[in-house]
């Protein structure tokens, strides 16, 4: 069983953090993934550093534009993650732009993610349809996890089709702007996150944008199985550098 799969067994919500690999210096990516799982978080987004970066708000882009002037690489991160298993157990996704991925081949890149222990990928702007029909059989070989975003915006005959192509859970955005631009959720998104948990989905539904603190970790999951934090997370390396990353997470969720 995947370890995604295995670990949304679990009864506790879910606390995903997202970082930039390569940030805040190039060398530090392993010894946050350790920090972060030995500080409670269940899963971790590790995020392939992008030139143009679609979804992402400024606190995020900064951090892929630092990262990549200081080197930062596909191969690199490929490096930086070999024999992280040794040490690391919790589901490790790579969230990435598909033109990186494809420059490097799809086929080769699924390869080295099963080579390396990843579990699974977000890519934001490979469309469902697409990955269905053309690359599906390649991520099932290299037992990965294609997790599929929805939107507010999000048709509920789109939303049940992302569900019938998924098997592990559906990335659920809190809002159709861009990473790191809200605080707290409206009554509207409040809405959205229940009208989407009344549909009865096969996958569960990890909640992103706009996480920052328990109060917004707790709305987002009241009616979901988690929720993801990355603009927040990255603001605090800023301060912190790779520091605190226990202040951080128990401010999130207290033990």
Aim: glycine content about 8%; hydrophobic content about 35%.
């Amino acid at each position: 069983m995947n370890r995604i799969n295995k670990k949304l067994q679990e009864e506790q919500k879910m606390l995903s953090i997202y970082f930039t690999a390569g940030y805040p210096e190039p060398e530090d990516t392993v010894s946050i993934i350790q920090d972060l799982e030995k500080n409670g978080v269940d899963f971790i987004e590790i995020g392939l550093p992008f030139s143009d970066p679609l979804a992402d708000g400024p606190t995020i882009q900064e951090s892929s534009t630092k990262a990549l002037k200081s080197g930062m690489t596909t191969n690199k991160l490929f490096e930086q993650l070999k024999g992280i298993r040794d040490s690391v157990e919790i589901p490790l996704v790579i969230m990435g732009y598909f033109n990186p991925i494809l420059q490097y081949g799809v086929e080769k890149f699924c390869k080295k993610c099963a080579e390396t222990g990843i579990d699974g990928l977000i890519i934001p702007d490979l469309p469902v349809d697409v990955y269905n029909e053309e690359y599906k059989s390649i991520f099932e070989e290299n037992g990965l996890q294609n997790i599929f975003l929805i939107t507010p915006q999000t048709s509920e005959e789109r939303i049940r089709f992302i569900d019938s192509v998924s098997n592990g859970f559906i990335y659920m955005v809190s809002t159709a702007s861009v990473t790191g631009s809200t605080s707290g959720f409206s009554e509207e998104t409040r809405d959205y996150f229940k009208r989407i948990s009344a549909m009865k989905l096969e996958n569960p539904q990890i909640v992103g944008f706009g996480i920052s603190d328990e109060e917004t970790f707790n709305q987002a999951t009241e009616f979901a199985k988690g929720a993801i934090i990355g603009s927040a997370f990255i603001k605090h390396l800023n301060a912190n550098g790779k520091d605190n990353i226990a202040d951080f997470v128990k401010n999130i969720r207290p033990v």
